[in-house]
Protein backbone atom coordinates (compact mmCIF):
# COMPACT_ATOMS: atom_id res chain seq x y z
CA UNK A 1 0.00 0.00 0.00
CA UNK A 2 1.22 3.49 -0.51
CA UNK A 3 3.27 4.96 2.28
CA UNK A 4 4.94 8.36 3.13
CA UNK A 5 6.95 8.98 5.59
CA UNK A 6 8.53 12.44 6.11
CA UNK A 7 11.41 13.50 8.13
CA UNK A 8 13.81 16.39 9.15
CA UNK A 9 11.48 18.98 10.95
CA UNK A 10 12.39 20.84 14.45
CA UNK A 11 12.80 23.68 15.98
CA UNK A 12 14.53 26.86 14.10
CA UNK A 13 15.30 29.99 15.09
CA UNK A 14 13.93 32.58 12.27
CA UNK A 15 16.06 33.19 9.43
CA UNK A 16 17.13 29.66 9.48
CA UNK A 17 16.78 26.72 7.28
CA UNK A 18 15.71 23.12 7.27
CA UNK A 19 15.55 20.20 4.74
CA UNK A 20 12.33 17.90 4.81
CA UNK A 21 12.55 14.58 3.49
CA UNK A 22 9.57 12.41 2.23
CA UNK A 23 10.41 8.73 1.66
CA UNK A 24 7.07 6.82 -0.88
CA UNK A 25 6.82 3.51 -1.29
CA UNK A 26 3.37 1.53 -2.81
CA UNK A 27 3.51 2.86 -5.76
CA UNK A 28 5.27 4.06 -8.99
CA UNK A 29 6.99 7.37 -7.82
CA UNK A 30 8.36 8.03 -10.80
CA UNK A 31 5.16 8.85 -12.49
CA UNK A 32 2.85 11.08 -9.85
CA UNK A 33 3.38 14.19 -9.29
CA UNK A 34 4.32 15.00 -5.58
CA UNK A 35 3.22 18.11 -3.10
CA UNK A 36 4.08 19.22 0.63
CA UNK A 37 1.32 20.96 2.58
CA UNK A 38 1.43 22.64 5.72
CA UNK A 39 -1.42 22.80 8.81
CA UNK A 40 -1.29 25.15 10.90
CA UNK A 41 -3.09 25.35 14.74
CA UNK A 42 -6.50 26.99 14.04
CA UNK A 43 -6.21 26.93 10.40
CA UNK A 44 -6.65 24.85 7.08
CA UNK A 45 -4.27 22.41 5.73
CA UNK A 46 -2.90 24.10 2.54
CA UNK A 47 -0.43 23.41 -0.25
CA UNK A 48 2.97 24.74 -0.17
CA UNK A 49 4.53 22.97 -2.98
CA UNK A 50 3.97 20.72 -6.26
CA UNK A 51 6.45 18.96 -8.74
CA UNK A 52 5.69 17.22 -11.40
CA UNK A 53 6.64 13.47 -12.05
CA UNK A 54 9.65 14.04 -13.84
CA UNK A 55 10.77 17.48 -11.82
CA UNK A 56 10.27 19.68 -15.15
CA UNK A 57 8.03 21.99 -13.24
CA UNK A 58 7.46 23.52 -9.55
CA UNK A 59 4.53 24.88 -8.51
CA UNK A 60 4.61 27.33 -5.13
CA UNK A 61 2.15 29.16 -2.71
CA UNK A 62 2.82 32.96 -2.81
CA UNK A 63 3.71 32.89 1.09
CA UNK A 64 6.77 30.34 0.20
CA UNK A 65 7.83 31.39 -3.25
CA UNK A 66 11.35 32.52 -3.26
CA UNK A 67 12.31 30.91 0.37
CA UNK A 68 11.29 27.34 -0.59
CA UNK A 69 12.25 24.72 -2.97
CA UNK A 70 10.80 21.43 -3.60
CA UNK A 71 12.81 18.85 -5.55
CA UNK A 72 12.46 14.97 -5.86
CA UNK A 73 15.12 11.44 -6.68
CA UNK A 74 13.07 9.17 -8.69
CA UNK A 75 15.91 6.70 -8.18
CA UNK A 76 15.42 6.99 -4.20
CA UNK A 77 11.67 7.78 -4.40
CA UNK A 78 12.03 10.52 -1.68
CA UNK A 79 10.54 14.47 -2.28
CA UNK A 80 12.52 16.83 -0.78
CA UNK A 81 11.54 20.57 0.43
CA UNK A 82 14.36 23.25 1.71
CA UNK A 83 12.96 25.74 3.79
CA UNK A 84 15.39 28.60 3.86
CA UNK A 85 14.71 32.01 5.74
CA UNK A 86 12.20 30.67 7.54
CA UNK A 87 9.62 32.96 9.36
CA UNK A 88 7.15 32.31 12.60
CA UNK A 89 4.55 32.31 10.27
CA UNK A 90 6.21 28.75 8.82
CA UNK A 91 5.49 27.28 12.31
CA UNK A 92 3.26 24.14 11.51
CA UNK A 93 2.95 20.70 10.69
CA UNK A 94 4.33 19.71 7.43
CA UNK A 95 2.87 16.75 4.99
CA UNK A 96 3.53 14.96 2.09
CA UNK A 97 1.14 14.28 -0.63
CA UNK A 98 0.43 12.53 -3.65
CA UNK A 99 -3.26 12.33 -5.32
CA UNK A 100 -3.17 9.05 -6.75
CA UNK A 101 -6.32 6.48 -8.74
CA UNK A 102 -8.66 9.86 -7.41
CA UNK A 103 -7.47 9.47 -3.88
CA UNK A 104 -5.06 12.00 -2.08
CA UNK A 105 -2.43 9.97 0.68
CA UNK A 106 -0.56 11.71 3.44
CA UNK A 107 1.95 10.63 5.59
CA UNK A 108 2.61 11.46 9.39
CA UNK A 109 3.73 14.92 9.42
CA UNK A 110 6.44 16.18 10.52
CA UNK A 111 6.46 19.33 12.65
CA UNK A 112 8.36 22.69 12.23
CA UNK A 113 8.71 25.33 14.56
CA UNK A 114 10.36 28.63 13.80
CA UNK A 115 11.01 30.28 16.86
CA UNK A 116 13.86 32.17 19.09
Known amino acids: QVQLVESGGGLVQPGGSLRLSCAAS????????MSWYRQAPGKERELVAR????????NYSDSVKGRFTISRDNAKNTVYLQMNSLKPEDTAVYYC?????????WGQGTQVTVSS
Open 26 to 33: GFTFRTYA
Open 51 to 58: ISSTGGRT
Open 97 to 105: NVFRLRTDY
